[in-house]
């Protein structure tokens, strides 16, 4: 099992809070430090602004040594997939090979007329070409030249350089999608994310995957299946109950079906069920990056009770 923190620094983070959140995820023992890509806040005044995903992750690149960097996930509507491509493989050299790339459809409206970045009502076709671009770039070999034509991009006679320190870089895609999503994982993802949903959709949604790959002739147990989990845990109520206010939670919600809630046992529990399902990785969500004690907390106090 791999346990991964995941932070949301549009709701307000410096790069140094980042840093400290990351530094502190390495020492106590996670699997990774992962981030969101988004550009305005989903509440509260966000101060003091967003930050680029993949610069900020190329600063941690430097400054960390173990942990896997990556993100859940960058949207299509964002970077031309040429330039995505050289961006997640210079951060991957930068690090020493620990880059991991989660790329979605993107979803969150405002924040591309907050910036003037085009929001197409279909995306999906975007997605498709993207991971093959993205991919077929890093698997060109050295000297050779990469060529695609599609829909919604040309490339003639890129050089598909640099290259990525990985072999392969874990590619994660996710979503709820009942058809079009469980395909384009199938195809192009080593690792198939889910999240923020109660157990049996989760199931659903793994066992989805499973039976897409086999259509496609993938052996299901090639893909790495993994779920997010908005997080809040204490070792006491009031400690508990403050987390989630921080959030904008109610107490019912902060203990919804979907969250890591409670102490470390209550916490525990629920993670082992979603080992049961079938996850192979857990991404705690965390919507505080400044929140350092929760962090230990999950460390010293949750890991150690972890299969």
């Known amino acids: 099992m791999e346990y991964c923190v995941f932070t949301e620094p549009q709701q307000g983070a410096t790069y140094d809070d980042l840093l400290h959140a990351a530094q502190a995820t390495e020492r106590l023992g ?31 690149a430097r400054e960390t040594e173990r942990v896997r960097l990556g993100t859940l996930v960058s949207s299509v509507t964002y970077r031309h997939p040429g330039i995505l491509a050289m961006q997640v493989a210079q ?25 003037g970045i085009p929001f197409p009502d279909k995306r999906f076709g975007l997605l498709e070409e993207q991971l093959e671009i993205v991919t077929g770039s890093w698997a060109t070999p050295v000297g050779e030249t990469y ?15 640099p290259k990525p320190t990985q072999a392969q870089v ?13 395909e384009i994982a199938a195809r192009f993802a080593t690792e198939f994310n889910i999240g923020f949903q109660p157990e049996a959709v989760l199931a659903e949604k793994i066992d989805g995957v499973k039976a897409a790959a086999q259509r496609l002739g993938r052996d299901p147990k090639s893909l790495k299946y993994s779920v997010a989990v908005t997080t ?3 070792d006491n109520e009031t400690d508990l109950l403050r987390r989630g206010a921080d959030a904008g939670r109610t107490p019912e919600q902060l203990r919804g079906e979907a ?17 049961d ?31």
């Not at 969101?36 to 966000?46: A, E, K, N």
């Not at 991957?92 to 979605?104: A, F, P, T």
């Not at 060529?147 to 350089?161: C, D, I, M, R, V």
């Not at 874990?170 to 469980?182: A, S």
């Open 147 to 161: 060529t695609f034509e599609g829909e919604h991009y040309s490339l003639q006679g890129s050089p598909a350089l």
């Open 232 to 234: 809040f845990v204490a």
């Open 91 to 115: 951060v991957d050299q930068m690090s020493g090979g620990r880059v991991e790339l989660g790329l979605g459809t993107g979803w969150y409206r405002r924040e591309h007329l907050a910036y």
């Open 30 to 60: 996670f699997t990774g430090f992962f981030r969101s890509d988004h550009y305005l806040t989903m509440g509260g005044d966000g101060l003091p602004g967003p930050s680029d995903a993949w610069t900020s992750l190329a600063g941690l």
């Open 170 to 182: 874990p590619v994660i895609v996710g979503g709820g999608g009942p058809k079009r999503t469980p």
């Open 277 to 307: 399902l079938g996850a192979e990785r857990i991404y705690f969500q965390l919507l505080n990056p400044r929140d350092l004690d929760l962090i230990e907390y999950l460390g010293q106090e949750v890991l150690p009770l972890l299969p």
């Open 259 to 275: 969250n890591v809630w409670g102490n470390a046992e209550q916490a525990a529990e629920k993670v082992k069920r979603l080992v």
